[in-house]
């Protein structure tokens, strides 16, 4: 008689848990993929570079037409967060080249192709790249207004003034402008694939149109251009009231960067890589 066996089959061991799911890694990828390239240091470089040499030629205007026998021209004591916005008007073409190149520079080499070989769902791509996008350029627009601040501040002299919790929320209030300025770039080059095309729509979309709109000085006009996100950004970072309040600069601004991610998911869905 054949013994029957002893001991019973055992079950086989149950696999791990994933520690991360497929949106957390299309982020990790998007991060990794950010910072090998030497495109992004200088184009980090640049900005604070641009941003000190901005804040530093406003702070000495700002010197200049106080100490001027003009008096119409005399700003007074500016605070420093002030001379940091106003350094944004050309630091922030620099800024938005990292929310130009994260997804141009993939349609240019041909990588788009392995981009979304690795992740399939574009809608899922595009929200990492936006992701990322978004963290890179707050915390540049916080290492750039750092700068800017301590840059402005000792060429101001007596006719500057730093508070420290003032400062710091306009820092971080510039962080905020450039980092939807970033979502709205990537959204757009989505759309466009081009990175000179979509550069050109940006300049357009931030000063050449709304001047253009402003310049007749027309009420409705000018009401229309304060619907556009450059405009719209600077009276937020003024803590403007009228024509609205600040918030509302923050939330039309918001709604530009949510609206360019939408036509880039869209265009980035219909047409091939």
Same mark, same amino acid.
């Given at each position: 008689?054949t013994?029957?066996?002893?001991?019973?089959?055992?079950?086989?061991?149950?696999?791990?848990?994933?520690?991360?799911?497929?949106?957390?890694?299309?982020?990790?990828?998007?991060?990794?993929?950010?910072?090998?390239?030497?495109?992004?240091?200088?184009?980090?470089?640049?900005?604070?570079?641009?941003?000190?040499?901005?804040?530093?030629?406003?702070?000495?205007?700002?010197?200049?037409?106080?100490?001027?026998?003009?008096?119409?021209?005399?700003?007074?004591?500016?605070?420093v967060?002030? /001379? #940091? !916005?106003? =350094?944004?008007? *050309?630091?922030?073409?620099? +800024? %938005? @080249?990292? $929310? &130009?190149?994260?997804?141009?520079?993939?349609?240019?080499?041909?990588?788009?192709?392995?981009?979304?070989?690795c992740?399939?769902?574009?809608?899922?791509?595009?929200?990492?790249?936006?992701?990322?996008?978004?963290?890179?350029t707050?915390?540049?627009?916080?290492?750039?207004?750092?700068?800017?601040?301590?840059?402005?501040?000792?060429?101001?002299?007596?006719?500057?003034?730093?508070?420290?919790?003032?400062?710091?929320?306009? /820092? #971080? !209030?510039? =962080?905020?402008? *450039?980092?939807?300025?970033? +979502? %709205? @770039?990537? $959204? &757009?080059?989505?759309?466009?694939?081009?990175?000179?095309?979509?550069?050109?729509?940006?300049?357009?979309?931030?000063?050449?149109?709304?001047?253009?709109?402003?310049?007749?000085?027309?009420?409705?006009?000018?009401?229309?251009?304060?619907?556009f996100?450059?405009?719209?950004?600077?009276?937020?970072?003024?803590?403007?009231?009228?024509?609205?309040?600040?918030?509302?600069?923050?939330?039309?601004?918001?709604?530009?960067?949510?609206?360019?991610?939408?036509?880039?998911?869209?265009?980035?869905?219909?047409?091939? @890589?």
């Amino acid at each position: 008689m054949t013994a029957l066996p002893t001991a019973l089959p055992t079950r086989p061991a149950s696999r791990p848990a994933p520690t991360s799911g497929p949106f957390t890694g299309a982020v990790a990828a998007e991060w990794t993929k950010l910072w090998s390239v030497r495109s992004t240091w200088w184009t980090l470089l640049a900005a604070t570079l641009t941003m000190a040499a901005t804040a530093g030629q406003l702070a000495i205007y700002a010197v200049n037409a106080n100490t001027d026998d003009d008096p119409t021209v005399n700003p007074g004591i500016l605070p420093v967060g002030e /001379v #940091v !916005a106003g =350094a944004l008007e *050309l630091t922030q073409y620099v +800024v %938005l @080249a990292i $929310g &130009l190149f994260v997804i141009t520079s993939e349609y240019a080499t041909g990588t788009i192709r392995t981009t979304l070989r690795c992740t399939p769902s574009r809608g899922r791509v595009l929200a990492a790249k936006a992701v990322v996008v978004g963290a890179v350029t707050f915390l540049t627009g916080l290492l750039i207004g750092a700068v800017g601040a301590a840059v402005a501040r000792p060429v101001l002299g007596e006719w500057g003034r730093a508070p420290l919790g003032g400062t710091l929320a306009d /820092v #971080v !209030a510039s =962080a905020a402008y *450039l980092a939807l300025l970033g +979502v %709205l @770039a990537l $959204g &757009l080059a989505a759309a466009l694939r081009g990175a000179v095309l979509t550069l050109t729509v940006l300049f357009a979309l931030l000063m050449i149109v709304p001047l253009s709109l402003q310049e007749p000085g027309i009420t409705v006009l000018t009401r229309v251009a304060d619907a556009f996100p450059g405009v719209a950004g600077n009276h937020f970072l003024a803590g403007d009231t009228e024509p609205y309040p600040a918030a509302v600069g923050l939330l039309l601004l918001t709604g530009w960067a949510v609206a360019a991610l939408a036509v880039g998911r869209w265009a980035l869905r219909r047409r091939d @890589a």
